[in-house]
């Protein structure tokens, strides 16, 4: 096990605790109802799954393939393909995710820059692609012969035209450079606080607001590919009701699934590693009791490195001792 430094929150699994976690996964060999997949995490290979998992059972997919790159996901090592390898790959993929959706299902798909000319084309045949978002994953050391890549792409699309989104729930709050005043004086469109002046605003598919887990962060483990948190819970908030079904066919080390669990809506997911899946179920019972979701409070999402300057408020989900959660 790694030597880490005293303050670090990293989430690791000891030897002893393994058996116990890995004992609540399940492994299908038979068709499984939705209400037996409800809240549970699969562990074995997806192509291994799909054939026992029911039809119509999904509102909200979102996928985090492998991207066509050589990654060794903790003992699972995915190799780069050539393109048409790689697009014949991910259509066999989503073709098969494709009869698990409902009428009125939304679906996400993780790619980076280079992946993403290969993806658009399956997920084009398949559904209806409304909008790609970019965010901006600042991590990682720069390049010394190209530009330094610091964005990743997330494809949102849907089955059909009948679709649910409420963007209502995923409101950015974000400082005010030079507050504009009516005649009378009074802020126009913005909150003047003692902390600062803030305004609510719609978010657009640029997002510069997130933070990639890392050693001093709770929702931190050891995968090499982890995604925020504040990220997921963006899709899930627009694309999902309370109660909603929310399905990860690359389920990692649970994010997905943790997020749900937070927000209040169903989960179910697929991960090959053991490993990942033990510190997804550990996640999740953390969640059971704490809901905190780093960078989103009071209902909105704040702007990166604004929320830790907040004084908790009566009623507010912040407490000072845990404050610090909520820096970025």
């Not at 978002?133 to 330094?148: C, L, P």
Request: overall charge neutral; hydrophobic content about 35%.
């Amino acid at each position: 096990m790694k030597t880490r430094a005293p303050r670090n929150r990293t989430l690791t699994c000891k030897d002893d605790e393994l058996p116990v976690l890995a004992a609540e996964l399940l492994r299908l060999s038979a068709t499984a109802n939705a209400e037996s997949l409800n809240n549970r995490i699969i562990n074995q290979d997806l192509f291994e799954a799909l054939p026992f998992l029911p039809t119509a059972f999904v509102d909200l997919l979102i996928m985090d393939p492998p991207y066509n790159l050589t990654k060794n996901y903790n003992g699972h090592v995915f190799r780069s393909q050539e393109a048409d390898q790689y697009t014949t790959w991910f259509d066999g993929v989503v073709s098969s995710l494709i009869p698990l959706l409902r009428p009125t299902a939304s679906f996400y798909a993780c790619s980076d820059w280079q992946t993403s000319t290969l993806v658009f084309p399956v997920l084009n045949k398949y559904l209806h692609v409304r909008n790609r978002i970019t965010w901006e994953r600042e991590k990682g050391r720069g390049a010394k012969a190209n530009w330094k890549n610091n964005t990743e792409d997330i494809w949102y699309c849907t089955l059909g035209e009948d679709y649910y989104f409420n963007v209502e729930t995923v409101k950015l709050k974000r400082r005010v450079i030079a507050p504009y005043r009516s005649g009378d004086g009074q802020p126009k469109d913005w909150e003047e606080t003692q902390n600062g002046n803030y305004r609510l605003t719609y978010p657009s598919n640029l997002w510069s607001d997130i933070t990639i887990p890392y050693w001093s962060m709770p929702e931190n483990t050891d995968h090499p590919t982890q995604k925020p948190e504040k990220l997921i819970a963006k899709l899930v908030l627009a694309s999902s009701q309370p109660n909603d079904m929310v399905f990860d066919p690359f389920l990692g080390s649970g994010t997905t699934a943790v997020v749900a669990r937070k927000l209040n809506r169903r989960f179910s997911g697929i991960e090959l590693n053991q490993k990942h899946c033990c510190w997804a179920v550990k996640r999740l019972k953390r969640a059971e009791s704490d809901k905190i979701i780093q960078g989103y409070a009071d209902g909105v999402f704040w702007e990166r490195n604004s929320l830790n300057d907040q004084k908790p408020g009566k009623g507010s989900r912040q407490s000072h001792d845990m404050l610090e959660l909520f820096h970025e």
